[in-house]
């Protein structure tokens, strides 16, 4: 599978996510057999773990990882199956849920930007400031002129972590289809486990899935970028969205060529400082 | 293994630091196997993720991990090789490094409290506020009067944490002998993924070892409460470090008697609606 090639949104291409097959698991040939796939998934996240690590080392570049998609579709899978793969000490993960009354007092980007990754780090949003210009639109809760402009507004922040702090973003629309949605609310609600999750606006929000589409179709058109991609992730099938996630954070980590950094302190004079305290303790341990 | 009740300092109890035997493995006849302590580890790690999932859901508890101890003694081990088991979705590691001169300017909970975990979450402080009874003390940055003071302020805050939020708070006191700690700054000298991590400091603090010990010793027997025990970790032996801290959490979370909570909404209603839009749009799939 080569799914940064295959599913990612060339920039300025037109999305069409109404045309898009949720249940799609790679090119025909390359499908990965059902017993291959935890150890698949396992090694990519093996990868994951050391490139995260180097670059918290590195310290120069940082990662944002945004999750957005139909309900149902598995942000919070992928944060349990692939982001659990990195160090947590490096890593964070950051919910955004309906604003509350003080951000929404503010520009969108207020409440967003304090939790934009630190140089070595990784963020990963689970919704983030898209929702304003996805859920916004779709419930007509701000006039077309605002929710229109913030496409660009968006691009201007984006380009700013990019060129101040190293950050590159990767943004992911998980994409279910119908169908399988309704199935995964069945299934919540037979599971005692997860019946908890259920709210009535999960199957209400259901009534909008056309509209959902087309607002993330120009949200994806107006705002992949060379910096900041977004990749279209089928979903119908869990073992191929965590594959497919994880394989593209790991291409994309292992492209930014990561190196630990030099050492800051004289290592000779040091080890000669270690051997004369070692002899001076063996000795003194002897005495 | 009984870690809990063997690692614990009990409150009011007496704690010298410099007779801990930081070697120790377990009670005669109770030491793992060197081929099972892998295994041992992921099975604990898998049940800490399966409370830490259920505490997310149950959103009523919270606990906060304070990893403190000697130099190399493995404070970033334990993150990655035990809290890695932990969804990243409801569990954060902050550090806390030399309070900038914003932080400097306030009292030292300051920048301390915005990272205490929200219900249903963990956080784990890699360093903590104790350095500000720790590092403070030992290299005398603020007069004893300040440091004095500080254990009660800190069972203060500790206390409102726990009565306002429900968070437990578990804090790992992690020991390394000052033979094994040499021999690890001694590996990482020569290890090139690891060298960038060598500061000057490294090597200065040793001469302090025993101050340490002595700062610990008081911080233990003033700050271990019911609901914010100290536990004394032994960790020349890395297997064991991290079994005993897992054991700990795995433990602690399981005696809150988690529970997922009751779902906010009629599941019969829902489940009618459900399969009412089922049988339409399969009559409507046909048409």
């Known amino acids: 599978m080569n799914d940064i090639k295959t599913l990612i949104v060339e920039p300025g ?4 996510l109404e045309q898009f097959d949720p249940a799609y698991t790679g090119e025909p040939g390359q499908e990965i057999a059902h017993a291959d796939r935890a150890p698949a998934l396992e090694s990519v996240k093996a990868r994951i773990g050391a490139l995260q690590r180097k670059m918290y080392g590195d310290n120069a570049h940082s990662l944002l990882i945004v999750l957005q998609g139909l309900d149902a579709a598995g942000k919070d899978g992928v944060c349990w199956h692939v982001i659990s ?10 919910g955004f849920k309906a604003p509350t ?32 210009v996805l859920v916004t639109r779709v419930h007509k809760l701000v006039p077309r002129k605002v929710w229109e402009r ?23 629309c998980l994409v279910v289809s119908k169908e399988e949605q309704l199935k995964r609310f069945a299934e919540r609600l037979e599971d005692p486990d997860r ?44 073992w191929f969205r965590n594959l497919a996630v994880a394989g593209i954070i790991a291409d994309t980590l292992d492209a930014l060529h990561l190196e630990y950094p030099e050492p800051t302190v004289d290592l000779d004079r040091i080890r000669r400082e270690y051997h004369a305290a070692q002899s001076k303790e063996n000795a003194g341990g002897k005495g």
């Open 13 to 16: 291409a037109k999305v069409h």
């Open 85 to 94: 793969g990195m160090d947590p000490q490096g890593c964070r993960v950051q």
């Open 101 to 132: 009354a003080v951000e929404a007092a503010h520009d969108f980007l207020w409440r967003i930007h304090p939790h934009a990754p630190a140089k070595g780090e990784v963020a990963v949003f689970n919704r983030s400031h898209y929702e304003d």
């Open 150 to 172: 913030r496409y660009d507004l968006i691009n201007e922040w984006e380009r700013l972590l990019h060129i101040e702090n190293g950050t590159t973003i990767l943004k992911f």
């Open 195 to 238: 019946q908890w999750k259920i709210s009535d606006s999960d199957y209400r929000e259901r009534e909008f899935f056309d509209d959902y589409l087309a607002a993330f179709n120009e949200a994806l058109e107006r705002t992949s970028t060379p910096h900041a991609p977004w990749f279209t992730i089928p979903c119908d099938h869990k």
